[in-house]
């Protein structure tokens, strides 16, 4: 079955600076990435998703880049903000109708004002 | 749009009790619901996939007739926690795709079962 391995499990930034998060993968077959926000005592909440016919895409201050081949994705966030601190999922999807996603084990962000 | 809903967002119980939980798509229509059950500091984990109007497909180790789950109509999926102790302890979230087909999926805020 599909793995999903994520780094780093924490991280620290300073507000404004930029914060990268890693996922890889192992199923050949996945092909749709979403990333999920989720804040202490919430559900997740989708904040961007990639397929597998595109490399990279973009909404405002989040950026998904994503390389088939190697079978790894990222998430970048610009110009953090203390509102960003949460913890983030990556997960993977086969990418047809009604699959279930698969998450990675996700990664503590804080962003010190 | 695709808000999901739970009710209650917090139970607690007596161990040997049974629990239910309920998910609702609020303006869309969900032919699927997932159910996930995450325990502090870690990921979710998928319990079990749910379609309307057929049986739950669960996942390795998650047992069916403790987790009892009805998708009754399009916009409502039930979790009973069935004899519940205090190892069932955890949060509890339900996830929708609309119908007509999509792989996007919406979560709910989740519902925290605490079991003495």
């Known amino acids: 079955g599909e793995n999903v391995e994520q780094h780093p499990s924490t991280l620290s930034v300073q507000e404004g600076d930029s914060a990268v998060i890693k996922c890889t993968y192992s199923?050949?077959?996945?092909?749709?990435f979403p990333w999920y926000k989720q804040e202490l005592g919430k559900g997740p909440q989708l904040i961007i998703d990639?397929?597998?016919?595109?490399g990279e895409k973009k909404d405002q201050r989040i950026a998904v880049t994503l390389n088939k081949t190697a079978k790894h994705f990222s998430l970048h966030i610009t110009e953090t903000q203390p509102e960003d601190s949460a913890v983030y999922f990556c997960?993977?999807?086969?990418?047809?109708?009604?699959?279930?996603?698969?998450f990675g084990p996700g990664t503590s962000l804080s962003v010190i004002p | 749009g695709a808000v999901v809903s739970q009710h209650p967002s917090r139970v607690i119980c007596k161990s040997g009790t049974s629990v239910k939980i309920e998910c609702r798509s609020l303006d869309f229509q969900a032919t699927t619901m997932f159910w996930y059950r995450q325990f502090p500091k870690q990921s979710l984990m998928l319990m079990a996939t749910?379609?309307?109007?057929?049986?739950?497909?669960?996942e390795q180790g998650v047992e069916k007739d403790k987790f009892l789950i009805n998708h009754a109509s399009l916009t409502l999926s039930t979790l009973t926690v069935t004899s519940a102790h205090p190892e069932d302890s955890s949060f509890y979230i339900c996830?929708?795709?609309?119908?007509?087909?999509?792989?996007?999926?919406?979560f709910g805020p989740g519902t925290r079962l605490t079991v003495l």
């Open positions: 990639i397929r597998s016919n595109v």
């Open positions: 749910s379609n309307e109007g057929s049986k739950a497909t669960y």
């Open positions: 996830s929708c795709i609309t119908a007509g087909g999509s792989d996007r999926q919406y």
């Open positions: 199923d050949s077959a996945s092909n749709y």
């Open positions: 997960a993977t999807a086969l990418g047809t109708s009604y699959d279930k996603v698969i």
